[in-house]
């Protein structure tokens, strides 16, 4: 990470450094993940069809003016950002068969980043219910 972290000059590049994953694209010299998405700052084991499937799942980002906002930005899913190499995680890709027991998630991980604040979202504390107001 040490590489990348003279890079961070905004929101939007520290958002791509926590969703990094050089796999099959050449960044930098040496880049574990170009062989290995696994080694990614944002690991995709999914992407080897005989690994777990796991990894980097989501990302939290915030920066100085949204800590006092209680504000951040947040995504869902596998990192596809900049690598055209990356495809959306696809559960009838990654295990076609059933293998994997899995309730209540999406066939697809294909979400775009969300603001995410008091003002978004909304709790029902007695039924421990989260979502976004209207």
């Known amino acids: 990470m040490n590489h990348f972290s ?3 000059k905004d929101l939007k590049s520290l958002k ?3 969703r990094y994953n050089g796999f099959n694209k050449q960044s930098f010299p040496g880049d574990p993940s170009n062989y290995n998405p696994a080694k990614g700052i944002s690991a995709r084991n999914d992407l080897i069809l ?4 796991s990894g980097g799942i989501d990302t939290k980002v915030t920066n100085a003016d949204f800590v006092f906002k209680m504000t951040s930005v947040a995504i869902s899913g596998p990192t596809t950002e900049n690598n055209h190499n990356l495809s959306v995680f696809d559960w009838k890709i990654a295990d ?3 293998y994997i027991k899995r309730e209540g998630v999406p066939e697809r991980f294909d979400f ?3 603001l995410m604040n008091p003002k978004t979202i909304c709790c029902d504390n007695n039924n421990d219910i989260y979502k976004f107001k209207d």
Do not use: E, G, Q, T
């Open 6 to 8: 003279s890079k961070v």
């Open 16 to 18: 791509d450094l926590l």
């Open 50 to 53: 005989w690994r777990p499937k």
């Open 96 to 98: 076609p068969n059933h």
């Open 112 to 114: 775009p980043y969300i």
